[in-house]
């Protein structure tokens, strides 16, 4: 199983409602791509507790049987809409990808 973990760190907003609404819609948008891409075989997206916390906002888990069903994932169309939702929201991220076996 290929596994990808990606954390998020949205921009300043103007007050927290806006903040929140955003954290929301990226969550939403992220959890939609369960039901657009064939490939993706486990998503998890969480929001973090804290809305003001010195740490990342959004946690994403998802895995594919392979690293070839990522790649087709990542580019894939649906999946690049919410890329660009996300990039114009964000100021920070973190990435690790790694291989499990089962």
């Known amino acids: ?9 949205l921009k300043d ?11 929301d819609q990226i969550k939403e ?3 939609a791509l369960k039901e657009k891409i064939a ?3 486990y998503l998890e997206v969480g929001n973090n507790f804290e809305l003001n916390g010195t740490s990342f ?3 994403l888990f998802s895995r594919f049987d392979s690293q070839a069903d990522f790649v ?6 649906d999946h690049q809409t919410v890329v660009s939702l ?3 929201n964000t100021v920070d991220r973190a990435v690790v990808d790694y291989l499990t076996e089962g």
Do not use: C, G, T, W
């Open 13 to 23: 907003f103007q007050n927290d409602q806006q903040k929140s609404e955003k954290r």
């Open 39 to 41: 490939e993706l075989k």
């Open 57 to 59: 906002d959004i946690a």
């Open 1 to 9: 199983m290929f596994n990808h973990i990606v954390l998020f760190k």
């Open 86 to 88: 996300v990039r114009a």
């Open 72 to 77: 087709v994932y990542r580019d894939h169309p």
């Open 29 to 31: 948008a992220l959890l």
